[in-house]
């Protein structure tokens, strides 16, 4: 038990670093969606958090975190994203 406090205070001081960006595609633009949005958005933001970080050490919060959160979120969306992409086609 005294294990698994540590853990806990750790894991909610690092959420708050790694906003899904899948619910972000999601909530901001839902007219926009295709299969993966999220997780490629996800990986951009990567790339610029190595580039240039707005908080120290938020690139490898965001490829170890983030990352894989959005894509087992984008695989849990994937039906929705299908039926959104699909009816927004000409």
Same mark, same amino acid.
């Given at each position: 038990?005294?294990? #698994?406090?540590?853990?806990?205070?750790?894991?909610?001081? #690092?959420?708050?670093?790694?906003?899904?960006?899948?619910?972000?595609?999601?909530?901001?633009?839902?007219?926009?969606?295709?299969?993966?949005?999220?997780?490629?958005?996800?990986?951009?933001?990567?790339?610029?958090?190595?580039?240039?970080?707005?908080?120290?050490?938020?690139?490898? #919060?965001?490829?170890?975190?983030?990352?894989?959160?959005?894509?087992?979120?984008?695989?849990?969306?994937?039906? #929705?994203?299908?039926?959104?992409?699909?009816?927004?086609?000409?």
């Amino acid at each position: 038990m005294r294990r #698994v406090i540590p853990i806990l205070l750790m894991a909610m001081a #690092v959420w708050p670093l790694s906003g899904c960006s899948t619910v972000y595609v999601h909530a901001q633009a839902p007219e926009q969606l295709y299969p993966y949005k999220g997780s490629q958005t996800a990986f951009r933001e990567v790339g610029r958090a190595w580039q240039d970080p707005i908080i120290p050490g938020e690139a490898p #919060v965001r490829a170890l975190i983030d990352l894989p959160l959005c894509v087992a979120t984008d695989t849990l969306l994937l039906p #929705v994203d299908w039926l959104i992409w699909l009816s927004n086609q000409p």
